[in-house]
């Protein structure tokens, strides 16, 4: 695949859970044609795309201990330090492709935004893959992903008024709550707002 | 009447009746829904039409395809936020006198999605619900019963006093505002002419 895409990052990421579907992290800038090459290349034939969805991988904080050597008191000890590492979050773009002809599959591709305010673009592979096009605008609606030569790139599921997206880690839904007989955990901690004189019940 | 002198009267070959017996009668025997359906609430609804439980016993086979010559609007299934608006504009479009059966837990409440951004819930936050049916879905004997709910209330309805149906009051509304998409959220997200958020009294 490097040879036939040259300069495409590339790099597959292990699933380490039982049913070791492993994926394929491609670089945005050659996303398109990475696809292409899947698709037509004799020996994947990749020509169905079953699936697209998105992902949000919100900003997270990394906290590592490190075993330090200082010098404490003229004394020279191996201390634990915690680390804090703040890893910038992303959008991802999630694939599944099979192969009618040659019957096998499923490969799974990744593409990631650069971040998860402004650079949200990613190249559309529904000129690649027709059955993309509503499963992409699904994913704009929901994650706000920008798929550029998207042919028809529009809000499929909320109404084109629609500013928020709800698919997101961070969304907050709108406030109409009503009572329920059972509340519990979030729903709970709602109801306190809501029925003040119930929150010991 | 005197019903022991109505009776007598019948046995004689002389019926009597009430104009208020007579319009109730007749309201009550043609309620024409309004043939739409929103969700799987909806097959429930189709089989209570057919044959088997047959819905024409009570006077209310015919679905209408147009909100025009309905009276009757079965919101049979989940009632999402996108769908709301033309929900409330076919009730809106349907004449007097009209009434509403709300059919499942989704129409309802919301039901499952209750918790979730996209789905209304309940239907009687915009137009006023007659009928509610819990169930998911109801089965055909839920919906026949609300059905002979229904009949039974607008049996009982006296056509003057404070309790007349609303169409002859004068003034009553006839047509709900219609929810408008907003940025977040349906604006607004209630009538609150309509729906009040519902007050929780607990025994001490």
Redesign the interface.
């Known amino acids: 695949m490097e040879a036939a895409v040259p300069g495409a990052r590339l790099e597959i990421i292990p699933n380490g859970s039982p049913c070791a579907q492993h994926s394929l992290l491609v670089g945005d800038e050659h996303g398109s044609a990475v696809a292409r090459f899947l698709r037509d290349d004799p020996l994947l034939r990749l020509d169905y795309a079953s699936n697209m969805t998105g992902v949000d991988w919100p900003d997270t904080v990394i906290k590592e201990i490190v075993k330090v050597k200082k010098v404490v008191e003229g004394v020279e000890k191996e201390i634990q330090e915690t680390i804090q590492k703040n890893k910038p979050g992303y959008l991802e773009a999630v694939y599944h492709l099979y192969s009618m002809e040659l019957k096998h599959g499923p490969v799974i591709l990744r593409m990631r935004t650069k971040d998860r305010g402004e650079a949200v673009r990613l190249p559309s592979l529904t000129p690649v893959w027709r059955s993309a096009e509503f499963q992409e605008r699904e994913a704009y609606d929901l994650f706000g992903i920008v798929f550029d030569g998207h042919p028809d790139l529009r809000r499929i599921?909320?109404?084109?008024?629609?500013?928020?997206f709800?698919m997101r880690k961070d969304?907050v839904?709108?406030d109409?709550f009503?009572?329920?007989p059972t509340p519990h955990d979030q729903?709970h901690e709602r109801a306190k707002e809501?029925?003040p004189?119930?929150s010991g019940? | 009447m005197d019903e022991r002198l109505r009776n007598e009267l019948s046995r004689q070959g002389i019926f009597t009746t009430t104009l208020e017996d007579l319009y109730n009668w007749g309201r009550k025997n043609s309620l024409w829904p309004l043939g739409f359906g929103l969700a799987c609430c909806a097959i429930e609804m189709i089989a209570t039409s057919m044959a088997r439980w047959d819905l024409a016993r009570f006077g209310a086979e015919v679905f209408r395809p147009s909100p025009r010559q309905a009276d009757l609007m079965i919101v049979a299934g989940t009632v999402t936020k996108k769908m709301a608006p033309q929900v409330v504009r076919l009730y809106n479009q349907m004449p007097e006198p009209k009434y509403v059966i709300a059919m499942g837990a989704c129409a309802i409440s919301g039901g499952p999605f209750k918790q979730g951004y996209n789905v209304l819930k309940g239907i009687d936050r915009y137009i006023p619900v007659d009928v509610h049916i819990p169930g998911c879905p109801p089965r055909p004997e839920a919906l026949l019963h609300a059905f002979m709910t229904l009949q039974q209330k607008i049996d009982e309805q006296a056509l003057t006093g404070p309790n007349r149906p609303r169409h002859l009051v004068a003034g009553a509304p006839s047509e709900f505002p219609v929810p408008q998409f907003g940025e977040h959220d349906l604006e607004p997200s209630q009538n609150p002419q309509v729906w009040h958020p519902p007050a929780l009294v607990r025994p001490e």
């Open positions: 599921l909320m109404w084109d008024e629609f500013k928020d709800p969304y839904a709108p109409d009503e009572y329920e729903v809501h029925y004189q119930t019940a």
